[in-house]
Every structure is written in C-alpha cells, then in structure tokens.
C-alpha cells in the first residue's frame, strides 16, 4: 500500500524555494505534471475498462463502460486525482510533522490546482472525504468519487477497482514529481516543461 517506498524522497530545508517567484515557479511546474500524470494514469485505466466491457454483466453495464466521456467529466475526475495524490503526498511526507515550508507548499498547491481546473474545487474535494477516518478507507472513498465523476452514475461503486492503480499504484510516480518540482534547478524544469508541451 501507499507510504511504503523504499527511497522515500523526504524534501529538507534545502529544498525550500528561495524566493516568491522561485515557489510560483516549482509549483506551477508541480501541478501541471500532476495534471498530466493523473490524465495519464485515468486514460489507461479507462481503457482497461473498455477492454471488459464485452463480458460484463447485465449488457447495461457494458454500454456504460464505453460511453463517451464529457470533457468537463474527465476534467473533473483529473481534478479529484490532483487533490487526492497531493494529500496523498503530504500523509507520506509526515503528516501533521511536516515542515511549515513543505505544508505551505502542499496547501498552496490545492490553490495552484484550482486555478488550473475551476471545479470541483480542492475545498470542495477534500471536504467530500471528512468522514473517512484513515487512508484505506479515502483511498476506497477516492475511487467511486472517481467513477461518480466520470459519469457512472450508479455503477461507480461497480466500477471502481477500474481506477483503484490511479490511487493505490502511483506512489513513486507521485514522489518523482515532488522530487523533480524541488530539486531540478529552474533551468531544468523550463526545459522539461518544454519538453512536455
């Protein structure tokens, strides 16, 4: 499960962005590869989906795992992944014991996520989860959200394990992107933002 990675990459004081445009800078580059990642990772395990739908059972089912997906849907269901991957994060990097820069950096991050895609919002989000008591039971929240986003409707729960790799699965992902956002210099993150468009 999550949490459990053997070269955990814990950002030191070192790490710290130096300055306001430095901080804009690393998360802008943070968000954005989260963005891309998570569609990524939401694509594959869609297709995986569709690739069952033929042998699932009643035909309904079926017909729903390959419907067409609105783009605000898809938009949506990246949206809760980006919220999700970096709390996510934050729990692995120490929780409540996290250094008041690394907090600042996560809680502005849910901002910088906002300003990327309107709705729902990180607050919005994280809010949904406030009943559930520790990580499993989020992660198991996370992936019918994902489906209720999606458009599944009343399936979603039927649907979930589809997308549970995008939320139990990705934990070194996540942490190469952190890892990347903090310590590549600058020059480096504008080349690999060139790169990625």
Known sequence: MEG????LFHPGPEHEPGSEEELNFRLDYYTCRLAITASEQLSQALTSLRGTADRLQP???GNLALKQFK?????AAVKETICIW?????VDQGGEWLP???RNFFRV???AADYMIAKPTA???MHAYGRCTDMVALCMEACCRLCGELGFGIASMTFSPAVMPVVLQTGEIRQAILKDALVLSLQELREAARQQS
């Open 71 to 75: 783009e605000e849907e898809f938009a």
């Open 4 to 7: 459990v990675f053997s070269d």
């Open 100 to 102: 008041d820069w690394l």
């Open 109 to 111: 991050a849910f901002g």
């Open 59 to 61: 035909p309904e089912l």
């Open 86 to 90: 970096i709390h996510q994060e934050a």
């Open 123 to 125: 607050w919005e989000v």
